[in-house]
């Protein structure tokens, strides 16, 4: 393992190479911008390349392999404080770095198809680079401050992929949603990374991990909730998750890679990395657990309303990240990471699928004002859509794959991971504070039930039943001529994520399922690789405990599929919804609102914060700092422009000014 | 000590030089007065070489003597490129760079 | 035969002046200014190439004491010779635009460089009067080098007299010391035990003789006239070569000659250090030509360059040495740009208002001021931040808390000239008259070199700053 370890490095620089490639030919070359196929094919490999190093070294990498850790130089150094450019590899951050490129690469030749006609085809790409240089950044960083200047990296990529059609105003205001929200979580993850500094001195994973003991049970549980709410921002939970459905304006790739698969595991990876730390308060991890489950629960409730299929998806990513805050909640950091792993299959395939679906309905709009006819609809609203199975048979059936795997059932990817959450989480039960987690583990039942039923939702709504377009605006009679499936560099990629959506799971099949009718197992692979590197709370339940949780969830998930399919199978979309809204009155109301966050944010904290700084500090700034700073500098001004008339231009008046110098210097020297 | 009679005399012209440079205007004389400073020194020098019966100083002499010539020929063709320029070498009227 | 040998030790001096030699009897006999330009580049990039192998090896004295060699004067040499190079490479296109390209610039430069290779190399009074006045003179030349200018000439002229009055300030203190020591060399002055009236003058004349040189208020008042007078190329090559080369001999004259007297410099130095950067940076303030501002910026960066002088030790030398090697990469980038945009409108186009919307018809070259003056200004993750916090820090190791508030005072004043040039050039309208040429490969290349470095050495710093602290005891 040592003797590759010089391999590490490439991870990184490639993709920034790709980056400086396309972002600077780009920028000088007209010519080049118009030459796509090389752009997406550099891009693209800037990605791949560093994929296949990684699986070469997991090949090489055993489930107990140390962790290594080469530097590249040392970045900073002040004082007793120093910190490298330096990465560390281990089964961790391999399995990180696996999912960031491996999906990342299958998005980015996607996009090739799907970006194919936009002017800033070359910034797009070398955006998408940078984002991939920076979140390996933060999951191969040895130190917290490298780690962080990813952190700040993906968020600052992310806003530009959000605002990347900038010259819509709602999208640019997305974007900056989406970084103040993050800005919030970045200033109290930055408040952590100086109370361990303060406490280790060091801010090294290798010395915080082995030094957890210096921490006194008070600072653990306020570093770590300092770190939760930093993960808060950029994982998209409560208090903060409000941003990710908007961030649903950037391009369809973007949110299917930063806003599904890799930037918004990020919380997600770095609890995990911090397990032993987080592991020493037990307040701390039900905390976690908490903010999870409420997370899980409450975006299923908001997902069930919406119409918009990237909002759906949205809501439910938000939903499932919420699942993985409760498996690290209860001390699963496994069944976090494995969740995480699955999901980023299974959801960019739905984003993905969404996106083709969106480019056939954009097509359709194209079309029909190339017509003539004026035709204005929301390309992202399903109730324009149905019956799409049809003319987009790929995007269904790969559509339809990802969305059994997430509803969770058996045997695609999505069950195994979701119920190794289900059952930890009642395995807590049998621990500290068991009374909350039975409660949290109830709530996730329901989450599944619903993550089943609007998933469904979703699915059945856009491609069963007929095509309603035609039959809302009149003058789109017989648009559905124009329905087309996507070329095969999208469908491709699909396929090749619904593929994972199916055997995904094998990776994760508990030991008991096995060991039931063998006596012993070990398949469960997952744990096998990431045991090593995270400190996971033990299993207390029997075998039989386990076969009960794994039927109730499996008749959870069926369940919420038949009554999907009653609902919503033929055109019954709103007619259903309707029916729903009524029996739920009020509930549904605030559901569909969004639990009126956007609101209250903006009428509790924004509002009040503007007014003050209008009323209280911009008079503060206007008249005393600035006043004052105004003062200084006129009052040098005027020195300046005073003393410059010294310099007459005359040689004696120079020569006079080295006289006075002279008589100075001597007079020191001479007469001390 | 005879030392100090040359010493207080080189100083002397020393201080001449520089009043001259300070007062005269004549760009030719500011420069023959920087030029008697330079030999002033050369006169300290030759006195400490003297007293302390080492070639050095002298050594240091040749080269000024030698600097002081290269500086002559350089700056009597900077003074003509001026009077080309201006039509005067009286330096209170070179001003264009000020300020 | 030692001293034939011992050749070696002084070998890029000698390839430059044989050049210098070399290119005058080509200018006359072949008249071909591109040959000579050629051969100046050839034999200068040699000369930069044995300077920087030179830092690695080993380092002693030579020719009996006269001179020293290795470690710190090789990188002085090094510091020289970049500014040569990149004043040769930049002077062709800039002097071939404004029409007054001459072969004789390229042997004036050649043998100032010989100077100021001698000069950092000097152990001894009379090889640092030769290397000062060799630079000097050469330099009273280049800055009246386009003689039909009326500025220009006006520049030379006090350039030059205010340089012989200093000169005999700086003859009269070495002149002085050697009467109260009995010796020429450095280390011996350093032995003296009995320090009468006349060593003090002695070293009062001298530290104004290299005040003048550095350009220390209130020695200061002929930089600004003489760097808007002179050709923008000189200008870089005096702001940078020169003053790099007068700082290392007055490192080497205050830590070989004149240890037992840092606390008595050490006062003067913090009183002219603080002048230095107050009035410098005030005054740059005011300027409302680039070159102006620039000549009061070099100043107020002598200010604090001053400040680790000030400090005194191993280590504030080698933040000094860094923080030269910083500016005149800064130095030469920011003058060469200004260089570039005079070629438009010819020698006047260098107002503050003449910049407005140039930074978007050039962009490289827009881009690549914008590093060189947030460098100067001292913004990570550029050298010249690297640069300034060496220096902090290391006076306040010794104490220096005073000196450096006003340093960090003064560098945040600073910003408002720096960025003013980069309002002018991204935030006002352009004048639609104004089309700039592209410019050549080889003077954007050299200038995107010079902001690679400057990036680079802003953010890993790690080896230069080992291989200056390598160099033990500033004396060699």
Redesign the interface.
């Known amino acids: 393992m040592d003797t590759y370890v010089h391999l590490v490095p490439w991870i990184v620089i490639i993709p920034l190479v790709g980056f400086l490639f396309n972002g600077l030919f780009g920028l000088?070359s007209e010519s080049f911008q118009t030459r796509k196929t090389l752009i997406g094919s550099i891009a693209t490999l800037a990605v791949f390349i560093p994929f296949l190093i990684a699986a070469y070294l997991f090949i090489l990498m055993q489930g107990d392999s140390e962790s290594v850790s080469v530097s590249l130089?040392?970045?900073i150094?002040v004082g007793d404080f120093s910190t490298d450019i330096g990465y560390r590899l281990d089964q961790l951050s391999l399995l990180m770095v696996l999912v960031v490129t491996g999906v990342g690469a299958l998005i980015h030749f996607y996009s090739i198809g799907y970006m194919a006609d936009d002017e800033g085809f070359w910034k797009f790409f070398s955006f998408l680079n940078l984002f991939i240089f920076t979140m390996l950044n933060l999951v191969l960083a040895d130190n917290m401050l490298l780690l962080f200047l990813g952190w700040e990296g993906v968020g600052l990529c992310s806003y530009l992929l959000i605002g990347f059609w900038y010259t819509d105003m709602a999208k640019s205001d997305a974007a900056k949603k989406a970084f103040l929200y993050n800005r919030v979580g970045d200033f109290a993850f930055l408040i952590a990374l100086f109370m361990i500094f303060q406490v280790i001195g060091s801010l090294r994973f290798e010395d915080i991990l082995n030094g957890t003991n210096l921490f006194t049970g008070e600072q653990v549980f306020i570093i770590g909730l300092l770190i939760l709410i930093g993960a808060t921002g950029k994982s998209a939970q409560i208090p903060l998750f409000v941003w990710l459905p908007d961030a649903m304006a950037g391009p369809t790739p973007v949110s299917a890679l930063i806003h599904a698969a890799t930037m918004v595991t990020s919380g997600i990876y770095v609890i995990s990395r911090l397990s032993p730390l987080f592991m020493l308060s037990a307040e701390l991890m039900l905390f976690v657990a908490v903010i999870g489950a409420f997370t899980a629960v409450i975006a299923a409730t908001i997902a069930l309303t919406k119409y918009d299929i990237k909002a759906v998806l949205a809501y439910s990513t938000v939903s499932q990240l919420g699942f993985m805050f409760l498996a690290l909640g209860t001390g699963a950091y496994v069944a976090a990471m494995f969740h995480l792993v699955t999901h980023a299959f299974f959801k960019a395939c739905l984003f993905l699928g969404s996106g083709s679906v969106i480019h056939a309905m954009h097509h359709v709009e194209n079309k029909l004002h190339n017509e003539g006819k004026k035709v204005h609809f929301d390309p992202q609203d399903m109730r324009f859509m149905g019956g799409l199975k049809n003319y987009l048979p790929h995007t269904y059936k790969t559509f339809m794959i990802a969305t059994i795997a997430i509803a969770g059932i058996p045997p695609l990817a999505g069950f195994f991971s979701k119920d190794e959450i289900l059952v930890m989480t009642f395995n807590a039960g049998m621990g500290a504070y068991g009374e909350v987690y039975i409660g949290l583990w109830a709530l996730a039942l329901v989450t599944a039930f619903m993550t089943a039923f609007y998933m469904f939702r979703l699915t059945l709504g856009t491609f069963h039943g007929t095509f309603r377009l035609p039959g809302k605006i009149k003058e789109a009679k017989d648009a559905e001529k124009y329905l087309h499936e996507s070329p095969f560099t999208m469908t491709s990629v699909l396929w090749v994520l619904a593929g994972l959506s199916i055997v995904g799971g094998f990776i994760g099949i508990p030991n008991f399922v096995v060991s039931t009718f063998t006596g012993t197992a070990d398949v469960n692979l997952i744990s096998n690789w990431l045991d090593h590197v995270t400190l996971n709370a033990d299993l207390i339940i029997g075998k039989e405990v386990e076969w009960l949780l794994l039927f109730g969830s499996v008749v959870i998930a069926l369940l919420g599929v038949f009554t999907a399919f009653r609902m919503y199978d033929y055109n019954q979309l709103e007619a259903s919804d309707a029916g729903i809204s009524e029996k739920l009155g009020a509930i549904y109301q605030v559901w569909s609102d969004k639990y009126k966050l956007d609101e209250i944010y903006e009428g509790g904290i924004v509002h009040p914060t503007i007014r003050f700084s209008d009323r209280v500090l911009a008079v503060f700034d206007i008249r005393f700092i600035d006043g004052f700073v105004n003062a200084v500098?006129s009052i040098?001004?005027f020195?300046?422009?005073v003393?410059?008339?010294?310099?007459?231009?005359?040689?004696?008046?120079?020569?006079?000014?080295?006289?006075?110098?002279?008589i100075?210097?001597?007079a020191?020297?001479?007469f001390? | 000590m005879e030392l100090d009679w040359y010493l207080s005399l080189s100083a002397v012209l020393f201080t001449i030089g520089v009043i001259g440079v300070l007062t005269r205007k004549n760009a030719i004389v500011v420069f023959m007065c920087a030029e008697l400073m330079l030999n002033s020194v050369n006169l300290t020098l030759v006195s400490f070489s003297a007293q302390h019966g080492d070639v050095h100083g002298q050594i240091l002499v040749f080269f000024s003597l030698c600097v002081a010539a290269a500086e002559a020929a350089v700056g009597l063709a900077i003074i003509i490129a001026i009077f080309r320029n201006h039509l005067t070498v009286d330096i209170s009227q070179i001003n264009l760079l000020r300020w | 035969m030692e001293s034939v040998n011992e050749l070696v030790t002084i070998l890029p001096a000698i390839i430059i002046g044989f050049a210098g030699l070399l290119v005058m009897m080509l200018d006359a006999y072949i008249e071909n200014v591109r040959l000579v330009f050629r051969t100046t580049t050839l034999f200068t990039l040699g000369a930069l190439g044995i300077a920087i192998n030179d830092m690695f090896g080993h380092s002693g004295e030579a020719f009996y004491g006269l001179i020293t060699y290795g470690g710190t004067a090789a990188f002085g040499a090094v510091l020289v010779l970049i500014g040569t190079l990149v004043t040769v490479i930049l002077s062709r296109d800039y002097l071939e635009k404004t029409g007054s390209h001459i072969a004789e610039v390229y042997s004036m430069i050649l043998f100032g460089t010989f100077g100021m290779l001698i000069l950092v190399s000097a152990n001894n009074l009379v090889t640092l009067f030769l290397g000062i006045e060799t630079m000097s003179i050469c330099l009273y030349v280049l800055a009246g080098l386009v003689k039909n200018e009326k500025k220009g000439v006006e520049a030379a002229l006090k350039y030059f007299l205010l340089g012989a009055f200093s000169t005999g300030f700086l003859l009269y203190g070495m002149a002085l010391l050697y009467g109260a020591s009995g010796s020429t060399f450095l280390t011996d002055i350093a032995t003296l035990d009995d320090k009468g009236m006349i060593y003090w003058a002695g070293v009062a004349l001298l530290l104004v003789g290299f005040f003048f040189k550095i350009s220390a208020v209130p020695f200061h008042m002929w930089t600004p006239d003489v760097y808007q007078g002179a050709p923008t190329t000189i200008t870089a090559y005096m702001a940078t070569a020169s003053k790099s080369a007068a700082f290392v001999a007055f490192i080497f004259v205050l830590s070989r000659a004149l240890p037992e007297a840092r606390a008595e410099w050490g006062d003067v130095i913090w009183l002219f250090s603080i002048l230095t950067m107050v009035i410098g940076n005030v005054l740059a303030l005011v300027q409302d030509n680039v070159k102006r501002m620039l000549a009061y910026s070099s100043i107020a960066h002598a200010g604090y360059i001053l400040i680790g002088l000030a400090a005194g030790t191993d280590a504030a030398y080698s933040a000094v040495l860094f923080y030269l090697f910083a500016y005149t990469l800064m130095n030469l980038g920011a003058f060469g740009i200004v260089a570039y945009y005079e070629w438009h409108k010819g020698l006047d186009f260098t107002e503050v208002k003449n910049y407005a919307g140039l930074g978007f018809k050039q962009p490289v070259m827009g881009v690549l001021m914008s590093i060189f003056l947030f460098s100067m200004v001292g913004i990570p993750p550029f050298a010249g931040f690297i640069g300034k916090y060496r220096v902090f820090a290391a006076a306040v190791d010794e104490g220096l808390i005073s000196l450096v508030v006003v340093g960090v005072l003064a560098s945040a004043a600073s910003v408002y000239y720096y960025l003013r040039v980069l309002i002018n050039l991204y935030m006002h309208e352009s004048d639609p008259g104004i089309t700039l040429i592209r410019p050549g490969v080889l003077y954007s290349a050299t200038l995107i070199i010079l902001a690679a470095l400057t990036i680079y050495f802003g953010v890993k710093p790690g080896d230069l700053t080992n291989l200056l602290g390598s160099f033990k005891g500033i004396s060699y």
Not at chain 1, 645 to 650: A, D, E, N, P, V
Request: glycine share 14%; no cysteine.
């Open positions: 000088f130089f040392t970045w150094e500098a040098v001004r020195i300046g422009g003393m410059r008339y010294f310099q007459t231009g005359l040689v004696q008046t120079y020569a006079y000014g080295i006289v006075l110098g002279v100075v210097i001597v020191m020297l001479l001390r």
